[in-house]
């Protein structure tokens, strides 16, 4: 199994060749209580790094999720739209928003690994 690497902005992103599949942290959804809605980025819209990728709703607020890494969406989860809870239930499997094919894969490797994220999320309490 491929490592899941991690953005500031609480975005997860697991490599696997050139595709990553993104989703947002068990934190991110803490903090965001019951998803209810969850807008996903077209299939092949080019994306840039940090830019904007999708949007999700809870009841507590609206956020934007960006694209830790550039490239071409190239599969989206359409089963979140119809349910959008899975990104409470499972925010790291079947709650994934999107599949790109990396401009740059070995950009993933500025992310953060699994011990910086849970130290960069225990420095905001």
Same mark, same amino acid.
């Given at each position: ?14 490599? %696997?060749?050139?595709?990553?599949? /993104?989703? /947002? ?13 969850? %807008? ?23 956020? %934007? ?56 999320? %225990?420095?905001?309490?």
């Amino acid at each position: 199994m491929s490592t899941l690497r991690y953005t500031k902005d609480h975005e997860w992103v697991r490599v %696997e060749g050139a595709t990553a599949t /993104i989703g /947002i942290t068990a934190y991110a959804q803490e903090q965001l209580g019951d998803v209810v809605f969850v %807008e996903l980025p077209a299939v092949g819209k080019q994306l840039e790094a940090g830019g904007d990728a999708a949007v999700v709703e809870s009841v507590k607020a609206a956020s %934007e999720v960006y694209a830790p890494l550039a490239g071409e969406v190239v599969a989206v989860n359409q089963a979140l739209v119809d349910t959008p809870a899975l990104v409470n239930d499972d925010p790291t499997g079947e709650g994934w928003f999107m599949r790109l094919k990396l401009a740059d894969p070995a950009a993933a490797d500025a992310l953060m690994d699994q011990a910086a994220y849970d130290a960069y999320v %225990e420095g905001l309490h």
